[in-house]
């Protein structure tokens, strides 16, 4: 797992928006969508539900520890 994706992810969270992301990183939106398949990859794990009007993450319950 790589910082600059935890960091896209983030990013995404504040900005709910991958082209915002996008623009505020210096990226393109295509880099932008793979860094986030590769980091659900690595997790194992959807972190977005995609919609047509923003990225959301999934709606599920965490537990604390």
């Known amino acids: 797992m790589q910082l ?3 960091e ?3 990013d995404i969270i504040e900005s ?3 082209n915002r992301t ?3 990183l210096g990226l393109t939106q295509s880099t ?3 860094r986030i ?3 659900e990859s690595a997790i194992g794990s959807e972190l977005f539900q995609r ?3 923003s990225p959301v993450p999934p709606e ?3 537990s604390p520890c």
Do not use: E, G
């Open 37 to 39: 398949k590769n980091l």
């Open 32 to 34: 932008i969508s793979t």
């Open 22 to 24: 996008a623009d505020r």
């Open 60 to 62: 599920r319950t965490i």
């Open 51 to 53: 919609t047509i009007r």
């Open 8 to 10: 896209t992810f983030l």
């Open 16 to 18: 709910r928006n991958f």
């Open 4 to 6: 600059d994706h935890i």
